[in-house]
């Protein structure tokens, strides 16, 4: 009964602390229409930005990306294109420098990954550089003309380190991707709510993210320790260092989501490896931090590093319930953990379809079906990572273009 108690009660503190992060957001994003925001300032400079594209065997898609990068309206004496040929063999070099821009060549297959090779470039190269903003982009990247205008004006504001928003470009590709382009509207809800709570949003390096040259400067020149989860702990290092991080709700990049099972399973196993190979380095310096009297550490800890992805929550909140209804026919005091979870689930789903409904999409049995295929991949990924957390391998998304 203790150990059966004990359990669930460990359950239900995850449980609450996730659905109190997700809720804050979610409640802050339906007010957000009744908030007057303040109007950004509109910036007649050019700051010098260079634009750092990480590429990998993209050959299908990287010069659609460079062209369609050169294509911006910004004063092309004032920005640079940068390609990182991270271990390729499939002559994306060759159309990277067709294309013209700068081509920084990387060939180390002990650690591979977008996270060591941002740090590579940025640290050994772009350092020695002149520029006013970084930008940091995938090689799948898509973005509208007015793009560097955007960036700049956030600067100009007084940000040093921002966020921007993604689209799908396919989404109507098939079920996964519409699934991933419903999530990527519910990640878009969660960062705008953070946003107006005055949270740093999460880095999502396949949103978008810019850095001042202090920023840069103030990280010491590495967005990761030499781990591979670098969206993620550039936030954290970011927090760190306080560093504040604006959500750039205007600066639009769309990008390509996976289109089968299979690429869905290998991206969600790299991103929760890279979260449980980031926990035991950064929860004592978080929990120092909170200890010193900061309770945005707190935030940090749990609504950045340790926060489940809103999926992984209805996962476990699923199983809980399930569980622990099966516990029932045997124990009678399950009966109150099935209810407890229970109106935790009902609660919680209640509201994403809410949120999922605002944002234009329509929920039906087809969708429903779809939500599970992509609930059993997630399941089996989040069980792998915790076998292959300490795994040196990479596991690159693979893009099609088309």
Known sequence: MILINCFASCILIFEIIG?????????????????????????????????????????????QTLKNIKNIQYPADRFRIYTIIDNCSDGSLEIARNQGV?????????????????????????????FDIAVLLDA??????????EVVSYFSNGCSVIQGVTKSKNMDDNSWVRVGDIIQAVIRVHQEGRSELGLNPLCIGSHGIALSHSALEKLGWHTTTKRTGDDLELSLRCFLSNIPICYAETVHVKNELPIDGFSVLKQRRRWAISTLQLAPYYIPKLLKKAFAGNIRA???????????SFSTLMIVMVLSFAVFMALSYWFWYC??????FFVLLAGYSI?????????????NMKMLGSFIKYTVVKFISLTQSVFMVNSKSWWPTKHTGE
């Open 19 to 63: 659905s109190f992060v997700y809720y804050l957001s979610f409640f802050s994003y339906l007010k957000k229409s009744k908030i007057h925001k303040k109007d950004k300032i509109v910036s007649n400079s050019f700051p010098l930005v260079v634009i750092v594209v990480s590429c990998h065997n993209e050959a299908p898609i990287i010069e």
């Open 102 to 130: 700068q081509t920084y060549v990387r060939n180390d297959a002990n650690l591979m990954g977008k996270g060591y090779a941002l740090d590579e470039f940025i640290g050994k190269y772009l350092r020695h550089e002149t």
């Open 140 to 149: 799948d990247a898509q973005v509208e003309y007015d793009f560097l205008r």
């Open 298 to 308: 707190l935030d940090a800890l749990f609504g950045v590093l340790l926060l489940p």
């Open 335 to 340: 009966v109150i953990w099935t209810v407890i």
């Open 351 to 363: 509201l994403l379809a809410i949120i999922i409904s605002k944002e234009g999409y329509s929920l």
